[in-house]
């Protein structure tokens, strides 16, 4: 893990990138900023994390770093020695952990619950969506004690990608206070992630749909070697791809009040439900 500094004194900002080694849109983030070197207002920690994974071009060494944060990954794993010095580097922080993904093109941020932090950051990011995984956040970086805010920041791999993590980066530091100057707030669509779409065994995968649009009862939104997947009731998908995760399409997804305006203006929050059956 490497950790680097802007500005002088103790750091309550930090930006970290390479929680997975084949998402290098952060570290490039963070390698931007170094270079810029620009004047803060504040200091700011740079994390780049799973070095030894970025350097061998894989998601990760021995488990996933973002779920190691727990004792369900074995003490002597490589991520799990990791995730205790990160969480004693970002300890009371506020922090913006990078990613990028293979299911959704524009960027979208990811929080465990709607908490201050949550609702005076993301609305100012340059984010298509919000999703809450307050009910699937164990292992993650948000167990760690500090206020953290997810970006994916694109396709995995992407030169548009890394254009982002570099803008979202600045933009997280310009509401910190770290950067000077504003920026403008916008309502954010926000989701509740829930069950997990189920793949069934196949050699090809396709999907059809859109994350974060309304899948209807009856449309079909992918594919398992030809063979169509029918929506059983009506779900917003979330994370949805081909072959992002190697035994589920995503998650359905449910609409909750909008990041950025009042919770009785927000979205119906009608529970939903995408149960999938071969025809």
């Given at each position: ?53 970025l350097e061998r071009g894989v998601r990760y060494v021995d ?67 919000l999703v809450d995984v307050e009910e699937f956040g164990g ?141």
């Amino acid at each position: 893990m490497r950790v680097e500094q802007l500005g002088e004194g103790t750091p309550e900002v930090a930006v970290v990138g390479g929680i997975h080694g084949d998402e290098p849109c952060g570290v490039r983030a963070i390698e931007r900023l170094e270079a810029d070197d620009p004047d803060v207002e504040r200091p700011v920690k740079l994390v780049v994390a799973n070095e030894r994974a970025l350097e061998r071009g894989v998601r990760y060494v021995d488990a996933d770093l973002n779920r190691s944060f727990g004792d369900d990954v074995p003490p002597d794993a490589h991520e799990r020695q990791l995730a205790e010095a990160l969480a004693d580097e970002i300890e009371g922080m506020t922090a913006l952990s990078i990613h990028s993904t293979q299911s959704h093109a524009d960027p979208f941020a990811v929080s465990d619950g709607r908490q201050e932090h949550v609702q005076r950051i993301v609305p100012r990011l340059s984010v298509a969506a919000l999703v809450d995984v307050e009910e699937f956040g164990g292992g993650r970086l948000f167990a760690a004690n500090a206020d953290i805010v997810e970006v994916e920041a694109g396709l995995q791999g992407t030169e548009t990608a890394a254009e982002n993590a570099y803008t979202l980066a600045r933009e997280f530091l310009t509401v910190s206070g770290v950067l000077p100057g504003d920026t403008v707030p916008h309502e954010i669509p926000t989701f509740r992630m829930g069950e997990r779409i189920p793949k069934p065994p196949a050699e090809e995968y396709e999907v059809f749909v859109e994350n974060f649009q309304q899948v209807e009862e009856g449309e079909t939104f992918a594919a398992a070697d030809g063979e169509s997947l029918v929506a059983d009731e009506t779900f917003w998908p979330v994370l949805l791809s081909p072959y992002g995760y190697e035994k589920q399409f995503g998650y359905e997804g449910e609409p909750a009040p909008n990041i950025g305006q009042s919770p009785s203006e927000g979205a119906n929050s009608t529970s939903v439900s995408s149960r999938s059956s071969a025809q």
